[in-house]
T-cell receptor, first 115, second 111 residues
Framework: NAGVTQTPKFQVLKTGQSMTLQCAQD?????MSWYRQDPGMGLRLIHY???????DQGEVPNGYNVSRSTTEDFPLRLLSAAPSQTSVYFC??????????????FGPGTRLTVL | KQEVTQIPAALSVPEGENLVLNCSFT??????LQWFRQDPGKGLTSLLL?????REQTSGRLNASLDKSSGRSTLYIAASQPGDSATYLC??????????FGKGTKLTVNP
């Protein structure tokens, strides 16, 4: 198994551009989520999904869209990039989609810079 | 709103020392608590998951405890090694399918 994969590893955008961060897992996990990690702020939940076709907002959802059309993929879309979205983005997955959640598996991250 | 605090933010110890990392939380109504390790520039690796009904979990030189009544969890690392140097994060699941993270403790183990 490849586990949780994220592409790209690095990305530089200009303000106003849009892009999609890709996340895929091959473990048939129900639960997938996106976090951003900023110095001094820790990891904050952006959006999450408890199964295909189901998504919900986390702590910091503004400026981001998600969809979950398959169990394997959970892309994160930046609609109009802003410098405040400069961050490291992590995708995670977990076997169960219902509480209590089980062990979380993280991808390697995407480092995004918005100029 | 659940808040998770990890103190200290950084810790430096000599090799071989036993050490304790602390995680405190404000709302005791949790499903579980998980400890992670993060190496510089890398993703997070799960170390231990403690369910709400459990009091501790062990894996090798690591032991994590959970005391919901006092809102505390500790990660005990025995006989620390330079390879243990990393940032350690705790995260807990409260009343929904969301994880709340602490800001982490950066551990340096000196040879």
């Amino acid at each position: 198994n490849a586990g949780v994969t994220q592409t790209p590893k690095f990305q530089v955008l200009k303000t106003g551009q849009s892009m999609t961060l890709q996340c895929a897992q091959d473990m048939n996990h129900e639960y997938m989520s996106w976090y951003r990690q900023d110095p001094g702020m820790g990891l904050r939940l952006i959006h999450y999904s408890v199964g295909a076709g189901i998504t919900d907002q986390g702590e910091v959802p503004n400026g981001y869209n998600v969809s979950r059309s398959t169990t394997e993929d959970f892309p994160l879309r930046l609609l109009s990039a802003a410098p405040s979205q400069t961050s490291v983005y992590f995708c995670a997955s977990s076997p169960r989609g219902t509480s209590p959640l089980t062990e979380q598996f993280f991808g390697p991250g995407t480092r995004l810079t918005v100029l | 709103k659940q808040e998770v605090t990890q103190i200290p933010a950084a810790l430096s110890v000599p090799e071989g020392e036993n050490l304790v990392l602390n995680c405190s939380f404000t709302d005791s109504a949790i499903y579980n608590l998980q400890w992670f390790r993060q190496d510089p520039g890398k993703g997070l690796t799960s170390l231990l998951l403690i369910q709400s009904s459990q009091r501790e979990q062990t894996s090798g030189r690591l032991n994590a405890s959970l005391d919901k009544s006092s809102g505390r969890s500790t990660l005990y690392i025995a006989a620390s090694q330079p390879g243990d140097s990393a940032t350690y994060l705790c995260a807990l699941q409260g009343g929904s399918e969301k994880l709340v993270f602490g800001k982490g403790t950066k551990l340096t183990v000196n040879p």
